[in-house]
């Protein structure tokens, strides 16, 4: 990919029961997703068709039952190397990325399922490489205390380096033992599988402290970033491109892909309409002790759905209403920063106000209060426009596109919004090549075990 | 054949182990799933595939076997995909997670072959000092309790996926398993739902006594290695009054000369006769090898009533005349 003519990237954020905490209830929703290959590879073969980059197969090493209203595509699914291989076979074009985290597994692991994988999906391989951030797993994996950040990145970076030396240690005829020996690890190769036909592994990395910006700007191919704003979104990206150049790296060698959660349908009305039936369904909390709350927050709920979280997050004590009452706009005009926000962004979403003949209720504050404040929702061109905004002003180089729920939020981006955005000349009509390299316009790295700079290290 | 000798029980079972001397191009996974669908048509009840950080130097590189036994689940429809890891390199957690995973997505399909890796070639891959053959013993008989463990750790009906309450899960029919062992511990519940076959058929292949004790205790499928007839008779026997009524079943390993369909099955019959063994375990090293014994021995073993002529049933359990071992946390 040159510089000058930038492209489009998609990825599927997969969860298999929606990433809308009460997606799986929607009529159409395939309540039984997580563990049903077949509808898993109908679902990608649904993003290849619309030329994706790549299926995004998160992990997490804990479940925990208190998931169920918050996150129930995390709580239980299948692993996802597993899955990775089962829907390579079932697809012929799209790139695969499994999340592992090298906290609780051993390089020679990761170096060997991935080069695998690689091989069996003809070179859709790629490694989410995430350091962990869940203190619950550590309970899972006999250790006593979770990692700090500082000790899991010393850890990861010495671990990339020997999967990456791995990958390069069996190339055509010439087998090359690697013989590393770290502060963590001993590891003498050479690996079991020949190099695979993209070199190295796609790498993602995901995470806003230094030190995943640092390691992301150095190994990352793709970077999955959070994007509450595109303020924020320009910032971050601006940030990543500048580290990466003293690796030698350029803008284009790293794609920089926020989530985004798309409600899209024929007109405006009809995705708000969709957008207030997901969240029709969600379970709202009863006003609870600390220590529920404590509970949930620990495996990614970002607050309780209930109005003492929303009083306490726009300062204004709106505790006793029933969730369908209308707000008062003394509320709005009563509000902290936050508060504004807030309301910003359910208008946003809604196009609901607190006065006029659409008004904003006390649920729709409840679940902004929440954490659910992102995304899209809109008529195609609305969504398209959403995303051109974002990619031409440098917030992004597209999105890890989040299904609300499947597999028709995927279906009605793929008709809907991906023929709009390839008219505009914005994302590609077809895909250029086998391999998840080739969709990211990158080249097949050399071997840093033949490279003269790497034997004199 | 001789009358003398007592009858096997018909048909047999039979396993295939894959080498990546079987295809032409290991790393060709156009190849792999032509094999694995050659080895569905010749009815075998499993492929098996092994790794070889465990017998260090020496053999082919080939695919790694859960991204292979998972890549071929979509592929194929009955045959039993048995991936062999090993307990002394893996985290239990993440082990029982591709095991519980791999029966997921082949339908019940899926085994375990446990290799418990003393090799020195293995120990310098993962950062670990040598360690005697029996370390590696205790750990794979702490890692395989982890696992059962886990492995029931979500009952049979713990989803209950309600869309009209909103019920997604019944947590009392999640259980964490608060392991505290000598060497791991481990809180749970895993985060798979229970399996189609609610654990994975277990297989260790028998290359000592060390092995032998492992495979006594845990294994439903016991591989022997290849060995004169009378002396596999003796192991055999021996193994069977360690299990003691345990329903296990015990096959060989056998490679077939190129001699034509008709030798090559009654090899089989009298070495299964002779050895009393529930059935054989196929390995070929050749390009071309399982086609033509497909081709020529298959129905001859099927004409004696050897091989059964098509898959009764889906999951490799059932193959294998295995029952679904019970729940621990459902029955109290």
């Known amino acids: 990919m040159s510089d000058n003519k930038r492209e489009l990237h998609f990825g599927l954020m997969f969860w298999a029961n929606g990433t809308h905490p009460s997606g799986w209830r929607m009529p159409t929703a395939r309540e039984t997703a997580p563990f049903d290959i077949d509808f898993l590879q109908k679902v990608t073969q649904i993003a290849e068709g619309a030329k994706f980059d790549f299926l995004f197969l998160g992990d997490r090493l804990a479940s925990d039952p208190g998931l169920q209203t918050t996150n129930p595509s995390q709580m239980s699914r299948l692993e996802p190397f597993i899955s990775a291989s089962s829907l390579a076979a079932a697809t012929s074009h799209i790139g695969i990325v499994v999340t592992a985290n090298p906290t609780y597994y051993d390089p020679y692991n990761i170096a060997h399922l991935t080069a695998s994988l690689d091989h069996l999906s003809g070179g859709r391989a790629s490694w989410n490489l995430v350091t962990g951030a869940d203190e619950i797993a550590a309970a899972n994996f006999s250790r006593d205390e979770h990692w700090d950040t500082e000790k899991r990145y010393d850890w990861a970076d010495e671990f990339v380096q020997v999967a990456k030396k791995l990958w390069d240690s069996r190339d055509s005829d010439e087998v090359r033992p690697i013989n590393h020996r770290g502060r963590y690890f001993s590891v003498d190769g050479p690996l079991d599988v020949t190099r695979p036909p993209q070199g190295h592994i796609v790498i993602l990395h995901a995470g806003t402290s230094d030190r995943s910006r640092e390691l992301g700007a150095r190994d990352a191919d793709v970077i999955f970033a959070a994007g509450p704003n595109i303020e924020t979104a320009k910032a971050y990206y601006d940030d990543i491109k500048t580290r990466a150049k003293k690796y030698g790296r350029k803008d284009s060698d790293i794609a920089i892909l926020p989530g985004l959660q798309v409600i899209v349908a024929p007109t405006t009305e009809e995705a708000v309409a969709i957008y207030d039936q997901l969240n029709s369904f969600v379970i709202l909390d009863s006003e609870d002790t600390p220590e529920e709350h404590k509970r949930y927050g620990a495996l990614g709920g970002k607050g309780k759905r209930n109005l003492s979280n929303v009083s306490r997050i726009i300062g204004v004590d709106v505790r006793g209403h029933a969730p369908d009452d209308l707000v008062d706009p003394q509320v709005l005009a009563d509000s902290n920063e936050d508060g504004q926000r807030l309301f910003k962004a359910i208008t946003r979403l809604t196009r609901r106000e607190v006065a006029g003949e659409k008004r904003i209720t006390y649920r729709d504050l409840i679940l902004a209060a929440s954490g659910q404040i992102g995304g899209v929702v809109g008529n195609p061109v609305e969504v398209a426009d959403h995303i051109q905004h974002w990619f031409e002003a440098r917030a992004c180089d597209g999105f890890n596109i989040f299904p609300a729920y499947n597999p028709d939020t995927v279906t009605a981006f793929a008709d809907l919004v991906v023929p709009i955005l390839q008219e505009r000349g914005l994302y590609r009509k077809d895909y250029s090549g086998p391999t998840f390299r080739d969709h990211l316009g990158l080249e097949r790295p050399q071997n840093i075990l033949a490279a003269p700079s790497v034997a004199a290290e | ?332």
């Open chain 2, 1 to 332: 054949m001789s009358s003398s000798l007592p009858l096997v029980r018909k048909p047999l079972k039979f396993g295939y182990t894959y080498s990546p001397n079987d295809i032409s191009d290991a790393f060709n996974p156009a190849q792999l799933a032509a094999q694995a669908k050659l080895a569905e048509a010749g009815r075998f009840d499993f492929i098996r595939f092994t790794e070889r950080i465990l017998s260090g130097e020496g053999g082919e590189a080939r695919t790694e076997p859960f991204t292979t036994a998972s890549y071929l689940a979509t592929l194929t429809r009955k045959i039993g995909l048995i991936a062999q890891a090993s307990t002394s390199y893996y985290e239990p957690f993440n082990l029982a997670r591709l095991i519980a995973s791999l029966d997921h997505v082949t339908h019940g399909r899926a085994g375990w072959d446990v290799a418990t890796g003393a090799s020195r070639v293995a120990h310098a891959n993962f950062s670990q000092g040598e360690n005697s053959a029996e370390s590696h013993q205790t750990r794979a008989v702490e890692v395989i309790e982890i696992l059962r463990q886990l492995w029931d750790s979500w009952e049979e009906g713990a989803f209950i996926r309600n869309k009209a309450t909103g019920e997604y899960v019944d947590g009392n029919k999640i259980h964490p398993i608060h392991h505290k062992g000598d060497l791991f511990r481990i809180k749970g519940p895993l985060n798979v739902a229970r399996s189609p076959q609610g654990h994975a058929v277990v297989t260790q292949v028998i290359t000592d006594d060390i092995a032998a004790d492992l495979a006594v205790r845990e294994a439903d499928l016991l591989l022997l290695t290849a060995k004169a007839p009378a002396e596999l008779r003796a192991e055999v026997d021996s193994l069977r009054a360690r299990l003691a009524g345990r329903n296990a079943l015990i096959l060989a390993a056998f490679t077939p000369a190129a001699d034509n369909g008709r030798t090559i099955a009654d090899r089989i019959e009298a070495l299964a006769e002779t050895a009393q063994l529930d059935g054989v375990d196929l390995h070929f090293n050749a390009p071309g090898a399982l086609e033509k014994y497909v081709a020529e021995v298959v129905p001859e073993l099927q004409t004696r009533g050897l091989l059964a002529t098509e898959y009764a049933r889906d999951t490799l359990r059932d193959h294998l005349g295995l029952t679904e071992p019970a729940n621990r946390y459902a029955a109290a």
